[in-house]
């Protein structure tokens, strides 16, 4: 195996960034492929916490390639301070990071956009809940094809051109949401902003594409680090309360430029429980002094807005459309040390619609609000051994979560983390193996 997809299974925050920087010990190359600056990994090395927005979370590992897909929305000024917190700590000093030239960029109008939109549509109960980074604006202009590349950023009066056609056609939308129309200063400010912006950046960009299909040519281990969750994916996802890029192992293709024949293995990631940001269906999620215990225990709270998540139990027909989705052949489950302590712990099974039971989610997002979660229950554990490294260190309880959890997802599980840190974890099979 040499060209591995990592994707998280449920709605994003699965705790990917620790799966990703354990799997990059073995890889040459880690490519993040979809979304931008919504994505939050939280990496705790040493004791010591990393957070990444754009920068693959393969980033812990000097010497290893970190490429930003096309696929990707960049906004180049968190960029360069994600880039300015790495070096700080030793890392991307060899040259390792590779932007994508046809990656699109995000600008401050997205970003503005984004938050109008947000703020009207809350006024009318409709709001997605969005991380308010521009993401979906920036997906748009993509599709209309008026979109800013990385590579535009090198071109100035194109760029020039292409804002100011831009704000043109969006100052109608702007006033319409109650904002305030651009004016020629800021769209000045705005190109002279990302023209530095892409200065610096410029070592760093380059073909993304063939610089992966290079490494899988040569046999080298390539790891495609997925952002947000299969369930978050624009096509198959809980639509509308989804993200605007392909979530799901297929957007890696997309985004690099390579077809699927050159994926050996897709590993999804899983919370032992779920979680959710933002608006949307969410059967299992609890409320109240549960959610809370679980909030907190878990650390609950977005690593990009700081939001508190939505929490709830573990959600099988979800996480069998994720495998599905995806074509999951293994699953990494995370976080398990964070149900310790509850008296008993839950599994939602199947879902009750009509009548009939479910093992996946109704397509219709109202249907997944008007289901019932059908739970089965197990007996809770105390804590987990500090250092854990195989299942028959676990509690006999916690042993027979995971099997049960395995049994009924249909895929084995390749790694088990009980806690942050990397020596916190289960390694059951190698994904490059
Ligand atoms: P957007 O991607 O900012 O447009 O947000 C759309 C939806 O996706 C919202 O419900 C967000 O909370 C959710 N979302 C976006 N990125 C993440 C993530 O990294 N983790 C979890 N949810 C996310």
Redesign the pocket.
């Known amino acids: 195996m040499s060209v591995v997809i990592v994707v998280g299974a449920q ?3 699965e705790g990917k960034g620790k799966v990703v920087d354990l799997f990059t010990e073995r890889a040459q190359v880690v490519v993040r492929y979809g ?1 931008g600056a ?3 990994h939280t990496l705790v090395i040493d004791g010591k916490k990393l957070v990444t927005h754009l920068v693959p979370s393969g980033v812990c590992h000097p010497g290893t390639s970190c490429v930003l897909g096309d696929g990707m929305v960049i906004d180049p000024h968190t960029l360069l301070e994600e880039i300015a917190e790495c070096q700080e700590r030793g890392l991307l000093m060899r040259n390792e990071l590779l932007i994508g030239l046809g990656a699109h960029v995000i600008l401050p109008y997205h970003k503005l956009l984004d938050g109008l939109r947000e703020d009207y549509s809350a006024k009318q109960g409709r709001a ?6 521009g ?2 604006p920036a997906y748009e202009a993509k599709a209309g094809r008026r979109g800013v590349r990385m590579r535009d950023l090198y071109k100035p009066e194109r760029l020039r051109a292409l804002v100011a056609a831009n704000i043109d056609e969006l100052s109608p939308v702007f006033a319409h949401l109650g904002g305030t129309v651009p004016t020629g200063d800021d769209v000045a400010r705005w190109v002279a902003d990302a023209l530095t912006a892409g200065e610096r950046l410029r070592p760093h960009t380059g073909d993304a594409g063939r610089h992966v299909a290079n490494a899988i040519a040569k046999g080298q281990h390539v790891l495609f680090e997925g ?3 299969c369930l ?1 994916d624009l096509d198959h996802g809980t639509y509308p ?4 890029s392909s979530t799901i192992a297929a957007g890696a293709c997309q985004s690099a430029g390579i077809g699927p024949t050159q994926i050996d293995a897709v590993v999804g990631i899983t919370k032992a429980y779920a979680t959710r ?4 269906p969410f059967p299992t999620e609890l409320f109240g002094a549960e959610g809370d215990k679980l909030r907190i225990a878990g650390g609950e709270f977005g690593a ?1 807005t700081g939001r508190p998540r939505r929490c709830g139990w573990l959600d099988l027909p979800a996480l069998r459309m994720g495998v599905r989705l995806s074509g999951m052949q293994s699953l990494a489950l995370t976080k398990l040390d964070v149900l310790a302590g509850m008296p008993e712990v839950r599994v939602c099974v199947a879902y009750k619609l009509d009548g009939k039971e479910l093992d996946e989610p109704p397509t219709d997002p109202e249907d997944i609000a008007r289901a019932e979660p059908v739970y089965t229950s197990l007996p809770g554990w105390a804590k987990l051994p500090a250092h854990a490294h195989d299942v028959t260190d676990l509690p006999t309880a916690a042993r027979a979560y995971v099997e049960t959890i395995e049994r009924m997802a249909g895929v084995p599980f390749c790694l088990v983390s009980v806690g942050p840190d990397r020596s916190e974890t289960i390694r059951l099979t190698d994904p490059f193996a």
């Open positions: 709605w994003g925050d979304g919504n994505a939050g997605i809940g969005t991380t308010r980074r993401i979906g952002a947000q969750g978050l309360y989804v993200t605007s940001v933002g608006e949307g990009t």
